[in-house]
């Protein structure tokens, strides 16, 4: 089991740029895939990127390739979304999410991760 921390979250202008960081406590937490999820108000929540356990496989969505990049250093037992050039669309409370043996076909769905954090609140201005 594995227990998650999300913080970095905040307000920024458009264009700008802020660093997310989900600490994870629990035991062998380089075994697990993690993920980044994001829910705006009143809607559903969306997969956003996903590192595989080893740091050597990463995945995007489409609206945010080329801005935002995971990272996790195992060492440390953290995950971070690094995201810039944010627009106003980007504003959501940002999920952190985990699992072992999250598979390609299932990365995207929530219902792949068993373990959460409580989120952070980011909000982009225009």
């Known amino acids: 089991q594995v227990q998650l921390v999300e913080s970095g979250g905040g307000l920024v202008q458009a264009g700008g740029s802020l660093r997310l960081t989900c600490a994870a406590s629990g035991r062998a937490f380089s075994s697990y895939d993690m993920g980044w999820f994001r829910q705006a108000l009143g809607k559903e929540r969306e997969f956003v990127a996903r590192?595989?356990?080893?740091?050597?496989?990463?995945y995007y969505t489409d609206s945010v390739k080329g801005r935002f990049t995971i990272s996790r250093d195992n060492a440390k037992n953290t995950v971070y979304l690094h995201m810039n050039n944010l627009s106003p669309e980007d504003t959501a409370v940002y999920y952190c999410?985990?699992?072992?043996?999250?598979?390609?076909?299932?990365?995207?769905?929530?219902?792949?991760?068993?373990?959460w954090g409580q989120g952070t609140q980011v909000t982009v201005s225009s």
């Open positions: 590192i595989g356990w080893s740091g050597g496989s990463t």
């Open positions: 999410a985990a699992d072992r043996g999250i598979t390609i076909a299932s990365m995207t769905s929530t219902n792949a991760y068993r373990y």
